[in-house]
């Protein structure tokens, strides 16, 4: 049987985890949004009862096991405050800084310019080799040359393949 999702967990306690293949002009958060999707009466019903975090994407290579390749470029999500503020997630390694609640790093702006990002423990060694606290090159979106640095690593994470930063720094980038 299936088990019921905790907060501490690999899925951070949600039931369900969607993407979309095109951008979504409207926010599923609030039925006027869902509306504007033209979403189901029973649909728009079933995500009243919901707590919707819509993400940022900036697509990158594959970053999953099924890639022989070093990824240059790895799919980025830009996590709105909401979510950071949250909590959540199974942690493998994050440093004993804001309380409890490891995604706040997120937030902070670091030294040199560098951005925050957290990934989860096996995608981050194995297949971006690298780890906590070292940095990771991207390419922003004016085509010059960013940093992202591992804050935290998430432990048999939903969100393998990604890395994760604060909606704040994705819009900068």
Not at 131 to 150: F, M, N, Q, S, T
Request: net charge positive; hydrophobic share 45%; with cysteine.
């Amino acid at each position: 049987g299936a088990s019921i999702p905790t907060k501490d967990s690999g899925d951070g306690g949600f039931a369900l985890a969607a993407r979309a293949s095109i951008p979504l002009t409207a926010s599923l958060a609030v039925k006027e949004g869902r509306d504007a999707l033209n979403l189901t009466p029973a649909t728009s019903a079933s995500l009243d009862r919901a707590k919707v975090f819509a993400f940022r994407v900036r697509p990158g290579d594959d970053s999953s096991c099924l890639n022989l390749y070093r990824p240059r470029s790895p799919q980025i999500l830009g996590a709105p405050r909401a979510f950071l503020e949250r909590g959540g997630f199974a942690w493998a390694a994050a440093p004993a800084a804001r309380g409890a609640n490891p995604w706040l790093l997120l937030d902070e702006d670091l030294q040199g310019g560098a951005v925050p990002a957290v990934g989860d423990a096996n995608t981050v060694t194995w297949i971006l080799h690298s780890g906590l606290g070292k940095d990771i090159p991207v390419v922003d979106g004016r085509g010059r040359e960013a940093k992202l640095r591992i804050v935290g690593l998430l432990a048999h994470s939903i969100l393998q393949g990604e890395l994760v930063v604060a909606e704040k720094h994705f819009l900068r980038l």
